[in-house]
C-alpha cells in the first residue's frame, strides 16, 4: 500500500524502490494512481476510492477499480453500453461488506452484482473487503461473497488481509495489502536547535499560561503544527539521546522544550522520532504509529538512503 503518499515517505520513492518485490500497489485515490503511471510505475495500481465520475479516466490509465455501491456500478454499465470503455479495459475488484459498514455492496447483493457486471461483459479481477477486527463473523461473510464471485469470475483475486492480519496464514487468500508493516523502521524525524535560553522559575514559556516550576534549561526547536509536531498533545523530542518535553502550547513554525540541566548549541540535531521511539511518540500522542508516520507536511525535505533501507524526512532550518 501506498496511498498517502506511501505513508508519508513518499509516493513514487517508494514504488520505484520496491518494484523488483512487490506483485502491485494499493492507492486510495485517482491522483495517486496517475502519480504512479506518470513516474513510470507499470505493475497493477489497486484504486480503493473511485467515485463515478472518475471511473473513466482511471480505467483509461490502467488502473484497477474498486466498485462498491449501486451508483459506480451503473456508471460502469453506461460507460461500456455507450462505448466510452470497453469491457475488456476494466479491471474490477468489488468491495463487500462484511461487517465494517465503511465500503461495499451487501454480500446478499453479490449475485445481482456478479450477473450485472457479466451482461456487460466484465469478469472480476478481484474481490475485497476489510476486517474491523479478526471477528469468525466477517470471515465467513467474505467466504460466501467469494464463493459468489468465483461462480462467475474463477479467476478473482480475493484478498482481505493487512499488515496486522497477514501472520494469519488463512487470512492471506491470494493477496495481502501490506501497509503500516512496509514501513516498520523506515523513517526518522530530525530538526535542529534554533535558540536556547536559560529560563527561571515562575516565569511563563510560549503561548498561554504555561509558568515553569523550576529553574531550568530550554531549547527552541524549529517545527510546529504547520509541520506536523502536534499541537493538542505534542510528544517530547530528543536532544543527545535525552527526552525533553514540550513545555506550553506548540507555535505554528517551532516549539520550546525543556532540557533540564544541560544546555544544547544553536544547530544541535534534534530527533523528533524514529524506528524506536515511534511507538512511544504515538502514546504520547494519544494517537497511533500511523498518524504518526503520515502527520509530516509543510517545510519538510526528505533525504532517501536506500542502501540502508530507510528514508530520512528532516524540517527544513528555520530563522530564529
Given at each position: 500500500m501506498v496511498k498517502a503518499d506511501a505513508y508519508g515517505h513518499g509516493l513514487c520513492e517508494v514504488a520505484q524502490a520496491v518494484e523488483d518485490i512487490v506483485?502491485?500497489?494499493?492507492?486510495?485515490?485517482?491522483?495517486?494512481?496517475?502519480?504512479?503511471?506518470?513516474?513510470g510505475i507499470k505493475k497493477p495500481v489497486l484504486l480503493l476510492i473511485c467515485p463515478?465520475?472518475?471511473?473513466?479516466?482511471?480505467?483509461?490509465?490502467?488502473?484497477?477499480?474498486?466498485?462498491?455501491?449501486?451508483?459506480?456500478?451503473?456508471?460502469l454499465e453506461n460507460?461500456?453500453?455507450?462505448?466510452?470503455?470497453?469491457?475488456?479495459?476494466?479491471?474490477?475488484?468489488?468491495?463487500?461488506?462484511?461487517?465494517?459498514?465503511?465500503?461495499?455492496?451487501?454480500?446478499?447483493?453479490?449475485?445481482?452484482?456478479?450477473k450485472r457486471l457479466c451482461k456487460i461483459g466484465i469478469s472480476a479481477e478481484g474481490v475485497y473487503s476489510h476486517l474491523r477486527v479478526r471477528s469468525q463473523k466477517q470471515i465467513k461473510a467474505f467466504d460466501r461473497a467469494c464463493d459468489?464471485?468465483?461462480a462467475y469470475c474463477p479467476n478473482a483475486l480475493r484478498h482481505i488481509a493487512s499488515s496486522h492480519s497477514?501472520?494469519?496464514?488463512?487470512?492471506?487468500?491470494?493477496?495481502?495489502?501490506?501497509?503500516?508493516?512496509?514501513?516498520?523502521?523506515?523513517?526518522?524525524?530530525?530538526?535542529?536547535?534554533?535558540?536556547?535560553?536559560r529560563v527561571a522559575a515562575g516565569e511563563y514559556v510560549s503561548y498561554g499560561s504555561f509558568k515553569l516550576s523550576r529553574d531550568t534549561n530550554t531549547a527552541v526547536v524549529f517545527g510546529g503544527y504547520a509541520d506536523g509536531v502536534?499541537?493538542?498533545?505534542?510528544?517530547?523530542?530528543?536532544?543527545?539521546?535525552?527526552?525533553?518535553?514540550?513545555?506550553?502550547k506548540v507555535c505554528m513554525d517551532m516549539c520550546v522544550v525543556d532540557c533540564g540541566d544541560f544546555l544544547?548549541?544553536?544547530?544541535?540535531?534534534?530527533?523528533?522520532?524514529?524506528?524506536?521511539?515511534?511507538?512511544?511518540?504515538?502514546?504520547?500522542?494519544?494517537?497511533?504509529?500511523?498518524?504518526?508516520?503520515?502527520?509530516?507536511?509543510?517545510?519538510?525535505?526528505?533525504?532517501?538512503?536506500?542502501d540502508k533501507g530507510r528514508s530520512e524526512v528532516s524540517l527544513k532550518k528555520g530563522d530564529s
Amino acid at each position: 500500500m501506498v496511498k498517502a503518499d506511501a505513508y508519508g515517505h513518499g509516493l513514487c520513492e517508494v514504488a520505484q524502490a520496491v518494484e523488483d518485490i512487490v506483485d502491485g500497489y494499493g492507492v486510495a485515490v485517482l491522483e495517486e494512481g496517475l502519480s504512479l503511471r506518470a513516474c513510470g510505475i507499470k505493475k497493477p495500481v489497486l484504486l480503493l476510492i473511485c467515485p463515478p465520475d472518475e471511473l473513466i479516466e482511471a480505467i483509461n490509465h490502467d488502473l484497477s477499480v474498486c466498485i462498491g455501491n449501486e451508483t459506480q456500478l451503473a456508471a460502469l454499465e453506461n460507460a461500456v453500453l455507450d462505448g466510452i470503455i470497453s469491457a475488456d479495459q476494466a479491471k474490477i475488484h468489488i468491495a463487500v461488506d462484511t461487517g465494517m459498514h465503511r465500503l461495499g455492496f451487501d454480500v446478499d447483493a453479490m449475485d445481482v452484482v456478479l450477473k450485472r457486471l457479466c451482461k456487460i461483459g466484465i469478469s472480476a479481477e478481484g474481490v475485497y473487503s476489510h476486517l474491523r477486527v479478526r471477528s469468525q463473523k466477517q470471515i465467513k461473510a467474505f467466504d460466501r461473497a467469494c464463493d459468489i464471485v468465483r461462480a462467475y469470475c474463477p479467476n478473482a483475486l480475493r484478498h482481505i488481509a493487512s499488515s496486522h492480519s497477514a501472520g494469519c496464514k488463512t487470512l492471506r487468500y491470494d493477496a495481502v495489502r501490506v501497509g503500516l508493516y512496509a514501513y516498520e523502521g523506515a523513517m526518522r524525524i530530525e530538526s535542529k536547535v534554533i535558540a536556547v535560553r536559560r529560563v527561571a522559575a515562575g516565569e511563563y514559556v510560549s503561548y498561554g499560561s504555561f509558568k515553569l516550576s523550576r529553574d531550568t534549561n530550554t531549547a527552541v526547536v524549529f517545527g510546529g503544527y504547520a509541520d506536523g509536531v502536534q499541537r493538542e498533545n505534542p510528544s517530547a523530542v530528543y536532544i543527545r539521546g535525552r527526552e525533553c518535553r514540550v513545555l506550553g502550547k506548540v507555535c505554528m513554525d517551532m516549539c520550546v522544550v525543556d532540557c533540564g540541566d544541560f544546555l544544547p548549541d544553536i544547530g544541535e540535531k534534534v530527533v523528533l522520532s524514529d524506528a524506536e521511539k515511534i511507538k512511544r511518540v504515538s502514546k504520547m500522542r494519544r494517537s497511533v504509529e500511523y498518524t504518526a508516520m503520515t502527520c509530516w507536511h509543510g517545510r519538510i525535505e526528505r533525504i532517501y538512503e536506500y542502501d540502508k533501507g530507510r528514508s530520512e524526512v528532516s524540517l527544513k532550518k528555520g530563522d530564529s
